[in-house]
């Protein structure tokens, strides 16, 4: 398996976003949905909207088969809305 890691320029980080926001709006909510609330691509790829639950998202993690709940911040909220 190969090394990652984050993305620490914010500069970057704003291009992606742009990016995304312009070519692709389920790339740009997954993107998103990752960055706010740090889970895997594996754990975001089946979310379902009624996984939203008003202001948590409930998952079950697919790594470790723990069920999380991870409360939606502010900037999240907007873009799922």
Same mark, same amino acid.
């Given at each position: 398996?190969?090394?990652?890691?984050?993305?620490?320029?914010?500069?970057?980080?704003e291009e992606?976003?742009?990016?995304?926001?312009?070519?692709?709006?389920?790339?740009?909510?997954?993107?998103?949905?990752?960055?706010? %609330? =740090?889970?895997?691509?594996?754990? /975001?790829? *089946?979310?379902?909207? &009624?996984? @939203? !639950?008003?202001?948590?998202?409930?998952?079950?993690?697919?790594? %470790? =088969?723990?069920?999380?709940?991870? /409360?939606? *911040?502010?900037?999240? &909220?907007? @873009? !799922?809305?």
């Amino acid at each position: 398996m190969r090394y990652v890691e984050p993305i620490r320029e914010t500069d970057w980080l704003e291009e992606f976003l742009n990016y995304f926001k312009k070519n692709n709006m389920r790339d740009y909510v997954m993107f998103m949905v990752g960055i706010h %609330t =740090g889970l895997r691509i594996s754990d /975001i790829l *089946p979310l379902k909207k &009624r996984d @939203v !639950l008003g202001t948590h998202i409930m998952i079950f993690e697919k790594k %470790t =088969g723990n069920q999380k709940r991870i /409360i939606i *911040p502010r900037p999240l &909220r907007k @873009v !799922l809305d």
